[in-house]
């Protein structure tokens, strides 16, 4: 599966977007998925996670309420849809995916084997 994030753009504080994630192959036969982001500087830290058997969820302290990760079977993506965006949420955004993983939080704790070549989110003040 070759993956392809778009989306992503420049954003005041408090604005919100929208990233998807398009697969070539079919993503949601993977059993789980997950976005991804690297900013400047930082290690590449992960920001939300789906389990596609059971469609639960997995976000770290520091997105959670703001983020929400989902999908859409019939356009075979997943997206990442990101409200009140502060400005330390500026980075490059990845989705990601493997065979290996099939919980949302083990997903999230562990390092997939397919990235797509990311999309750049820039939260100004």
């Known amino acids: 599966v070759q993956l392809v994030e778009s989306g992503g753009g420049l954003v005041q504080t408090g604005g919100y977007l929208r990233l998807s994630c398009a697969a070539s192959?079919?993503?949601?036969?993977?059993?789980?998925v997950g976005w991804f982001r690297q900013a400047p500087g930082k290690e590449r830290e992960a920001v939300a996670c789906?389990?596609?058997?059971?469609?639960?969820?997995y976000y770290p302290d520091f997105v959670k309420g703001r983020f929400t990760i989902a999908s859409d079977k019939a356009k075979n993506a997943v997206y990442l849809q990101m409200n009140n965006l502060r400005p330390e949420d500026t980075a490059v955004y990845y989705c990601?995916?493997?065979?290996?993983?099939?919980?949302?939080?083990?997903?999230?704790?562990?390092?997939?084997?397919?990235w797509g070549q990311g999309t750049q989110l820039t939260v100004s003040y």
């Open positions: 789906l389990s596609t058997n059971n469609d639960i969820t």
């Open positions: 990601a995916t493997d065979l290996g993983q099939s919980s949302s939080y083990a997903r999230c704790h562990s390092r997939p084997d397919t």
């Open positions: 192959g079919f993503i949601l036969n993977r059993p789980a």
